[in-house]
């Protein structure tokens, strides 16, 4: 019997009637729920207050009320890296969303995955200079992965459908969702939040091409001074097991990118150490001088490879394995492209070796190892160990290793000195462990990182390194700490400079030191304790281990250490701006 179509309407209009009428606002609630989104960060105001009563309404998402809506958006970035699901963020219209830009510039800088909710004035004002008013689709359009604006309270659940699968799929990044007033307010009904999400013009590859992951097989197994380097995608491909089977399978020497720390082992021998502009000799030497570069999930940026020119004069075959297309011959051409998932194309790899007849040149091998021990031998991370007068920044975090090499620790940084000492001397054995801002390389992040990891690992112990620069910009946040009791341990390494600026200035400006020093400081001891935690100051070598042991055993606290280092302490190894990554400064000799 056919169906006429006065029956199917009228079919259509009884399940209608039968589905439950939602504001927007309950709808985006129901769709974080259906994620399974714990935590959310976020500042209320006009924009935003029919979601936050949607919120009140509910007990599964627990809401983290942030002094800033930068913090916001940085809290749950650093949810987002630590345990590889995606931070959401709630901000208001105007001044919250345009707060929350540096907070998505830094996520999208890092492929993190994330989707940042952000309130809009009513449809109808759109386009008026509203109260509150800023063009969001316009304005982070640069630095996210996609952004949507939902004109229709009927679009909101596939909407957000649309944004978590943008944001985690592919190659992660920040989606902003932009909700006028009008649209978290009006009513439609919910027949339930997508299972699945089809959109035709977004479909990353996740396999690699058989044909070339077969050609990097034969230059990898012929080579004679081989290298492997690896930067945050292999993190956030979930292919650390796959990488360590690979380079344990060759007895290849491997290096790791800022990003990439803790992707391989940094205590295992076949470990370089971090490369680039404060890289090792050894790894900055071997990324020059090798004949076969392996390069996955990394991207070639300048903080890596020095001047492309220089980088280009050594003849070598380069391999590049990446979930996004346009990163490879983006900075330096390659000769084996394989796009694809890393995990999925080192699987593959790794099946290909255990079958191949041929097996890497041992002597060969054992030849180049012999000269990567050469330069290792040079010990380019050495510094004043015996000094007693001054703490050494190197010290503390050489200590703190010491420390938290048995548990499991999460280290966040601010940008500057700090944070490359803190890559250069904790050494990182497990992924996701080591949290900071590398490509928009922003001040600030410590502190929110911190509180966001500890919400999400609340056994583990949390640990911000910063500088007395850096920690001003959001230090505000204790506050939040405090509220939401997530005992982070804040190691401030104060040498009363903006550091980083102050070296640069000494390198390159002849000593000129343009508003790089900090005159005007707060007492941290007192500021800390005026926020409910605990302040130290520590001024002695002698004092570190100390201080740290009895910041570790005030589990429940936060703990601020107010660090008074050696002012005129450089990070080395340096390579200059403009200079090839072979040329490298590696101490105040050389200056």
């Not at 978590?164 to 009513?187: E, L």
């Not at 990898?220 to 380079?247: D, F, H, M, Q």
Request: proline fraction near 5%.
């Amino acid at each position: 019997m056919e169906i006429n179509k006065a029956e199917m309407a009228s079919a259509a209009a009884v399940a209608g009637a039968s589905a439950p009428e939602l504001r927007g606002s309950e709808i985006l609630v129901k769709a974080l729920q259906a994620e399974n989104v714990q935590y959310l960060w976020g500042y209320p105001g006009g924009a935003v207050l029919h979601i936050y009563d949607a919120l009140y309404k509910q007990d599964t998402i627990q809401h983290v009320l942030v002094r800033h809506e930068q913090a916001a958006v940085h809290a749950a970035d650093g949810f987002a890296r630590a345990t590889g699901e995606v931070g959401v963020a709630l901000v208001t219209s105007g001044p919250g969303l345009t707060n929350a830009v540096t907070g998505i510039a830094t996520a999208y800088m890092d492929s993190i995955p994330m989707v940042i909710i952000s309130g809009q004035v009513p449809t109808a004002a759109i386009g008026l200079d509203a109260f509150q008013e800023c063009d969001t689709v316009g304005i982070t359009r640069p630095i996210v992965k996609h952004n949507f604006l939902v004109k229709d309270v009927r679009d909101m659940a596939e909407v957000m459908k649309k944004a978590f699968h943008i944001a985690r799929t592919g190659r992660p990044g920040p989606v902003v969702v932009d909700i006028p007033k009008d649209v978290s307010f009006n009513k439609t009904a919910y027949t339930g939040y997508p299972e699945s999400v089809e959109m035709r013009s977004y479909n990353p590859v996740r396999k690699g091409h058989g044909g070339q992951i077969r050609k990097a097989l034969q230059l990898l197994l012929s080579a004679k001074r081989p290298y492997i380097y690896t930067g945050g995608g292999v993190l956030l491909g979930n292919a650390v097991n796959e990488l360590r089977t690979l380079v344990d399978m060759l007895g290849y020497p491997v290096t790791n990118t800022l990003m990439g720390l803790g992707a391989y082992p940094a205590t295992d021998r076949k470990f370089l150490g971090m490369l680039g502009m404060h890289g090792t000799v050894e790894a900055n030497n071997a990324m020059q001088n090798c004949d076969v570069l392996l390069a996955v999930g990394a991207r070639f940026d300048d903080r890596v490879i020095g001047n492309p020119k220089h980088f280009a004069q050594n003849e070598r075959k380069i391999i590049h394995i990446d979930i996004d297309p346009s990163s490879i011959s983006k900075r330096v051409k390659v000769d084996v492209p394989i796009v694809g998932d890393v995990k999925d194309v080192l699987t593959e790899l790794i099946g290909m070796i255990r079958e191949a007849q041929q097996k890497p040149d041992a002597q060969a091998l054992q030849a180049w190892w012999n000269t990567i021990e050469d330069w290792r031998s040079r010990d380019c991370l050495k510094y004043d160990r015996a000094n007693t007068q001054v703490i050494k920044p190197q010290l503390v975090i050489e200590t703190l290793w010491n420390m938290t090499k048995d548990v499991e620790a999460y280290i966040t940084s601010d940008v500057g000195q700090h944070q490359m000492w803190a890559a250069q001397f904790y050494k990182f054995n497990e992924p996701r462990r080591w949290i900071n801002s590398g490509g928009l390389g922003t001040m600030g992040v410590g502190i929110p990182y911190a509180m966001g990891i500890k919400l999400a690992k609340p056994e583990s112990e949390v640990y911000c390194v910063t500088g007395e620069g850096s920690v001003q910009m959001c230090i505000q946040e204790l506050s939040t700490c405090l509220q939401y009791s997530t005992p982070i341990k804040v190691l401030s390494l104060n040498n009363r400079y903006l550091g980083m600026v102050r070296q640069w200035q000494e390198l390159d400006y002849e000593g000129r030191y343009s508003h790089s020093y900090m005159d005007a400081l707060p007492d941290f001891v007192k500021l800390a304790e005026a926020y409910g935690h605990v302040g130290m100051r520590i001024e002695r070598p002698q004092d570190v281990e100390p201080a740290l042991r009895e910041a570790r055993a005030l589990k429940d606290r936060t703990v601020f250490i107010d660090f008074q280092t050696d002012p005129t302490e450089n990070v080395f190894p340096m390579v200059q701006a403009g200079k090839g990554i072979t040329e490298m400064l590696l101490g105040s000799e050389e200056l």
